[in-house]
């Protein structure tokens, strides 16, 4: 009778107590880069720490804090350009277009940027840290509409390139000499393709509000849309992330005022986690840094 009485109260100061740390109900926090018609990062706690004053396609936070940014076209950059940027906002040009738009940027292991330029003439360039051009793969891509060309590629770790080719509404893998190696055709415009660990293919369909999980043969194995989530709050699926946790990362970035900007699911396409803020604009694409206060492991490619 005593045991029962102890394990009562237990219990109770347990509950009074509240949730442990750690414990799957806890509340869920990320720091994130946004890159879209503001740049900037968030902490945790919802506070903006570090901003730089152009708007931006792609980008990624480097060992030691530089920010990695591919930067819309303007008056400057009339071809769109990859710039470096310390966290006091020096800025060190990596690569000025030369054609209509540049959409990706991703530094290599070998310390290499990779890019994407759209143009009559639709390249993917690895280009050193000096600038110069070291590689360039054509890309096999419709001409008329330079915009929707391609947006978030990335080379794998096989040294093949993973394009995801909008207007074409199929996402392809590129041999270095520029060979179509792989591809897969999608339901709706892809923006951003991501290799997975077990192979498969994770793919943000835009204006479609739909993120597809694609196996090596193509057969879709996971998808999430906004007929599954409540609120429907995907507003234009264009960056995407998955967490090491399984997790997914969706922005929308048509989301204006205090829609809801970015959103996070569980493989159940449950809702844990959103991010609202009515001071800035929808998010293009995105790179969660932490959550819950702790760097994600390898900051994987997005």
């Not at 570090?50 to 990695?68: E, F, I, K, N």
């Not at 054609?99 to 940027?105: K, L, P």
Request: charged share 20%; with cysteine.
């Amino acid at each position: 009778m005593r045991s029962l009485r102890m394990c009562v109260i237990l219990v109770l100061l347990a509950a009074i107590a509240g949730p442990e740390t750690g414990r799957a109900d806890e509340p869920i926090s990320h720091k994130f880069l946004a890159a879209g018609g503001a740049t900037y990062i968030r902490d945790g706690e919802g506070k903006i720490t570090w901003q730089y004053p152009h708007a931006s396609r792609d980008g990624s936070v480097l060992p030691g804090g530089h920010v990695l940014l591919a930067l819309n076209k303007d008056a400057n950059y009339p071809g769109g350009a990859v710039v470096k940027v310390t966290p006091e906002g020096a800025t060190t040009l990596i690569f000025k277009g030369t054609q209509s738009e540049v959409n990706t940027a991703q530094r290599l292991e070998n310390g290499n940027t990779l890019l994407t330029e759209a143009g009559d003439k639709p390249r993917l360039l690895e280009v050193s840290k000096e600038g110069k051009i070291v590689v360039e793969v054509p890309i096999k891509a419709q001409t008329k509409d330079h915009h929707l060309q391609t947006r978030m590629s990335r080379k794998l770790a096989n040294g093949h390139y993973l394009v995801p080719q909008l207007l074409d509404r199929v996402v392809r893998e590129y041999s270095p000499s520029g060979e179509v190696v792989w591809e897969v055709k999608t339901p709706n415009m892809p923006f951003t393709a991501i290799r997975l660990d077990n192979g498969n293919t994770l793919i943000g369909c835009t204006l479609g509000d739909l993120v597809i999980e694609v196996d090596p043969q193509g057969k879709t194995v996971w998808q999430v849309s906004n007929d599954n989530l409540p609120g429907r709050p995907i507003n234009d699926a264009c960056g995407v992330q998955r967490l090491p946790n399984g997790n997914t990362v969706i922005t929308s970035h048509h989301a204006q005022g205090n829609d809801v900007k970015l959103t996070e699911v569980t493989p159940e396409k449950k809702v844990v986690w959103t991010h609202r803020d009515p001071k800035t604009p929808g998010i293009h694409h995105f790179q969660i840094l932490e959550t819950n206060g702790k760097p994600i492991e390898g900051r994987p490619l997005r």
